[in-house]
């Protein structure tokens, strides 16, 4: 499983999830940033197979107009439903997208992916959790939740009977740095509403979105509590409509308490659109209530309205009888910032005014932290990554497991569990590799050629990984290994970057390649690191060192190393030559004896057939050549020679094994000699260099 997030791991909104298995790609969530300042992720260049809609907040929603046009869009049919309404009343038209719905708990199937997407309580109606499962693995990605909300046995659900198994959490965290103590849910929300509009003299507002169902119920409550009446716009009352549909328990224009304030602008939408909204307009006639009657007797009214209803504020004041306003949603719109938000900066103002009681009175639509902590220790990921906030460095002190993820880059969830950077891994598609592969060569110039055979020349090599350069030794004594940079007395590992000047200037900086020697070093590393400095510094060229196959070719280029997707690989990536024409080389190199290498050569083969035209290019990119038949490949296997005995195989032995029939004429296996082991473990040096140089001894083919 290959995870990219585009954007999200430090900032509140703008989520944009990248999830891959195979040839599958979906997304969860294509947010828009909340800051004006934020980067805008380019959907429109992203071929993803779906994409997953957590809730119709724009925070997660709002660049899905920007996708290509085909991207099938999975939403609970309520949240398209709300969005939809809020179009038509913006005047604008609405998504025309290839929209698929889910029912909350019942898993369906993308591609190569099976999701399952959990209801959860948030101040979005129809806002979703996902579980997406593939290759065995278990991702949770928490969407924004809460549990105080009137649906919080949503989130008790989750906690008392957990998903099991969740090697990756992706949990929000919005509020790592805010809290939530003065009202705590919406029981205390709506008890702050009782109070207020229990005492009022004239009419109240409480001022929040008409998409948070939520605090519309507790604003109903209130006032069933209080004997008043509920006052909502038409697009309120519409939105109202939709939920309505999916439960009879959400307050409605037809309920008693309940009545619409027709504007004439909100009254022009629903004539522009009767198909649309059916019977609607003529039901909502039944329900209205006008301007004189709230005049004539403004305390028995509570209008639920948004921060642009300041007008209306204006035309209660009455000197002796403040309105109340209370203010219910975050406060930070009222901070003087928010400009493009329309009526905040008047609402600000009525926290001066005397003719205007001011009140504030809302809970977050996310959970706190102490709730997450709940959250995490049930469903208790073997990784868990902060998403939607601003704290991700923080959560280490909050949670177990965290491992911080940096927006652009990718990383892969291995078998074995862990998350690493692309560069590193063996899981991710061996296509999507050979692509990224090609890209990058693209940017070697023939001045970085130089340079690579200098830093050749100290031990070091640039390793092009999926799509990331990262300087590594090919020292013998350090194979393949890491490289430490040192700066100001202390000492780091070189990691991957996607820039390949600056993967030259830390390889610069690098201490002496056999400096830091890794743990499983492989004898087979010697030979592949031997390789590859003989090639840096011989004008690409492998020749010298195959000697034993000059029957097969007369030039060997080499041209990159360690492709791997799985069980899909091959150490070296060659192109052979033979009388000016030329093919692909798989070369794998064994300290071991076993068919199973010969096997898995053939695989990569068959693969890389399969995105043969990618791959060529990928020659030609390494090389400059242009007659390339990839049809007259050759697989290059180089293991120990058999030491004597019985049950040895020989060379033409292994070769004429059934197994490798389709590899018939392709396969070629050569031999060397194997080096003393020492007691503690595998030693190499630089002055036997059969093995360190990986100088071969023998080769035999299949005809
Ligand atoms: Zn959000
Ligand atoms: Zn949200």
Known sequence: MEILVHKGTHEIGGTC???????????LDVGLPLSADGAIVDVSQLKVDAV???????????????????????????????????????????HERDFRHFKAWVPFEI???????????????????????????????????????????????????PIPSIDIMFLEGTMMHRNNDLFPDEEAVEKKIVEVISQQKNISFILSSSQNIDRIVSAYRACKRTGKIMVIDIYTAWVLEQVREITENTPSMDWPEVRVYASHSQDERLKAAPEYFGDFRKRLYLHRVKSQELQSDPSAFLYFGKVSSFRKIESFKKAGQPVNVIYSQWLGYLDGSHADYFGCDEISAYREDPEVNFIYAHTSGHAPVEDLQRLAAALNPKILVPIHTEDAAGFSRSFNNVTTLRDGETFVLTQAGGLMPEIMSAECSWERYIIKRRELLDNWSDDQKKIMKQLAEKWIYIRVGGDKYRPVSIHPDNPCGSLLKRLNGSESEIGGTKSLDKALTNAEAAAPANTKKPGNQKPEHVVQAGLIHHALTHDMLLTDRFRGFSQFFDELIFITDELKAGDIRADIIALGGKGGKYFPV????????????????????????????VFVEMLAKGTGKTSISFEDYKLLVVWPKASSGKGKASVAEVIADSRFESAKGHLLIG?????????????????????????????????
């Open 111 to 161: 591609g190569e992916f099976r999701i399952t997407s959990y209801l959860v309580d948030h101040s979005a109606a129809d806002a979703y959790a996902f579980l997406v499962e593939a290759e065995g693995k278990r991702l949770f990605y928490s969407g924004d939740l809460r549990s105080h909300g009137w649906k919080g046995i949503l989130f008790e659900n989750l906690v008392k009977r």
């Open 586 to 613: 798989f070369i794998e190199l064994k300290a071991i004896r076993s068919k199973r290498v010969i096997e898995q050569l053939i695989l990569a083969q068959q693969e890389t057939a399969k995105v043969k035209p």
């Open 17 to 27: 999830i990248q999830v891959a298995s195979g040839k599958t790609t979906i997304l």
């Open 52 to 94: 997953l809609i957590s809730h119709p907040h724009q925070d997660h929603c709002g660049l899905m107009d920007y996708l290509p046009p085909n991207t099938p869009v999975y939403m609970g049919r309520l949240g398209k439903n709300l969005m939809d309404a809020t179009q038509v009343f913006l005047g604008e038209s609405k």
């Open 671 to 703: 031999e060397f000699e194997k080096p003393e082991i020492a007691r503690d473990g595998f030693h190499s040096n630089v002055e036997n260099p059969d093995w360190a140089n990986g100088k071969f001894l023998q080769a035999g083919t299949s005809h």
